[in-house]
């Protein structure tokens, strides 16, 4: 079956620093990949995503790149903002499933 | 602006009520799903629907039951809540068809029950 694996938080940052929150799957097929973002008090939202090998995702200064050979999909930031601080979830889909596999979460705080 | 919807954001019950949550989305999708967060456990899966009238259960779907009678909502029931039951419920839809590896799920802002 399809599985993720994300590090476990909470990842504590100060405002400006390096953020990476690993993220590794097992699936059968060739999976889409995606990271939601969920702020407090809010429904997930998607962040990211990447359909095929070596596809970058994007958005709002966060980064992922599809790694086939590695099966990751890391999420980066090159300067976390106190903003930014909420509970990150990589997730996958693969064909032929209605339903996609999520991690666990990791929640990340900014501090100032 | 694309939108799914939750009848309440928060909702207190009493142990052995009926509870009914509502999930209403606008953008046509085929596919619609009923999840419980819980701290520590993540998204749990109750059930979800591809189709009108259609239900498959999910991994927890013990207590609970669904109703689907229009495309556009999705119920979920509690038919005797416990205070096990107490939690963040979350709805969300996605999109079927020949493209639906690509497709995202888009969530409400979820229901936080609380069962007495």
């Known amino acids: 079956g399809n599985s993720v694996t994300q590090m476990e938080g909470p990842v504590t940052l100060s405002e400006e620093a390096f953020l990476t929150i690993n993220c590794t799957y097992t699936?059968?097929?060739?999976?889409?990949l995606f990271w939601y973002v969920q702020y407090p008090g809010e429904g997930l939202q998607l962040l990211l995503k990447?359909?095929?090998?070596?596809d970058k995702g994007s958005n709002k200064g966060f980064e992922a790149t599809y790694r086939k050979e590695t099966t990751s999909f890391h999420l980066e930031k090159g300067s976390v903002q106190v903003s930014d601080s909420a509970v990150y979830f990589c997730?996958?889909?693969?064909?032929?499933?209605?339903?996609?596999?999520f991690g666990r979460g990791t929640s990340l705080i900014v501090h100032p | 602006d694309v939108k799914v919807t939750q009848s309440s954001r928060y909702l207190v019950k009493r142990t052995g009520e009926k509870v009914f949550l509502e999930c209403v989305q606008d953008?046509?999708?085929?596919?619609m799903f009923w999840y419980r967060q819980d701290p520590g456990l993540g998204l749990r899966l109750i059930y979800f629907s591809y189709d009108v009238k259609m239900k498959e259960k999910g991994d927890i779907p013990e207590g609970y039951s669904v109703s689907r009678e229009k495309k556009e909502r999705f119920s979920l029931i509690l038919e005797s809540a416990s205070t096990n039951q107490t939690s963040m419920y979350l709805c969300?839809?996605?999109?079927?068809?020949?493209?639906?590896?690509?497709?995202?799920?888009?969530f409400g802002p979820g229901t936080r029950l609380t069962v007495l």
């Open positions: 969300a839809s996605s999109a079927s068809g020949t493209s639906a590896i690509y497709n995202e799920q888009f």
């Open positions: 699936a059968t097929g060739y999976p889409s």
């Open positions: 997730a996958l889909r693969t064909g032929g499933s209605y339903i996609p596999t």
């Open positions: 953008m046509d999708h085929e596919n």
């Open positions: 990447a359909t095929k090998a070596d």
